[in-house]
């Protein structure tokens, strides 16, 4: 079964530094991987996605991720974080049958002035 | 471009009661997917529907979920009779195709479902 782990439940920058998010996944084959954001009261928003192309994948608002396999990670980061970064993130694998999505319990980003 | 619209975005309940939710997905697209978000956890899908038929329904628990697409456009979900457990945010999310690689899927804002 295709599935995901955040590895932090919480994480915590100063504006302006870098951002890491780490994601371990788990497939029996070539994963389509995503990183979805959510902010309070609103959708999730897609920030990008991996599809077999290239392993380094750039997202929007500067976000981008890299397909690791021989590490079976897809860990987003992002050079230097705004305080309108704060959020929640998940991290999504496409499900066995190719229809759902299997979300990560996310992780909780707060951006400190 | 429209977005995905869900109403209510709030809904109290008594246990044992009936509550429906109602999504519009983003128009032209064929596929349409709800899902559960329990406070702290990741959404999980409860069911998939290509047009007006289900593709996916398997973690949809039937006794108490039903969900419908009659017109292959707007659709609702429906929990009769709630539990306490239900208490989640209720997403819907469309997609142009039915999911292939890399398909994106367009979440609307959810339905907040708190059952006393």
């Known amino acids: 079964a295709q599935s995901v782990t955040q590895l932090d439940s919480h994480v915590s920058v100063s504006e302006g530094t870098p951002v890491l998010l780490r994601c371990n996944y788990s497939?029996?084959?070539?994963?389509?991987l995503f990183w979805y954001v959510q902010h309070p009261n609103k959708g999730l928003q897609l920030l990008l996605k991996?599809?077999?192309?290239?392993?380094l994948v750039k997202g929007i608002n500067g976000f981008e991720a890299e397909f690791k396999k021989s590490e079976t990670s897809f860990h987003l980061t992002k050079p230097s974080a705004h305080m309108s970064d704060a959020a929640e993130y998940f991290c999504?694998?496409?499900?066995?049958?190719?229809?759902?999505?299997?979300f990560g319990k996310g992780t909780s980003l707060l951006v400190t002035p | 471009e429209a977005g995905v619209a869900q109403s209510p975005r709030y809904k109290i309940i008594e246990k044992r009661q009936s509550v429906a939710f109602w999504c519009n997905p983003i128009?032209?697209?064929?596929?349409l997917y709800w899902y559960q978000q329990i406070l702290g956890q990741g959404p999980k899908l409860l069911i998939q529907?290509?047009?007006?038929?289900?593709?996916?329904d398997s973690q949809l628990p039937k006794d108490r979920f039903s969900a419908e697409r009659l017109k292959g456009v707007d659709s609702t979900l429906k929990i009769q009779p709630a539990k306490l457990e239900d208490s989640a945010v209720y997403l819907c999310?469309?997609?142009?195709?039915?999911?292939?690689?890399?398909?994106?899927?367009?979440f609307g804002p959810g339905t907040r479902l708190l059952v006393l």
């Open positions: 529907f290509q047009n007006n038929g289900v593709v996916d």
């Open positions: 991996y599809t077999s192309a290239a392993t």
């Open positions: 128009s032209g697209h064929a596929t």
């Open positions: 999504v694998v496409r499900g066995d049958s190719g229809y759902a999505l299997n």
């Open positions: 497939s029996s084959y070539s994963p389509s």
């Open positions: 999310a469309s997609s142009p195709y039915l999911a292939g690689e890399g398909e994106t899927q367009y």
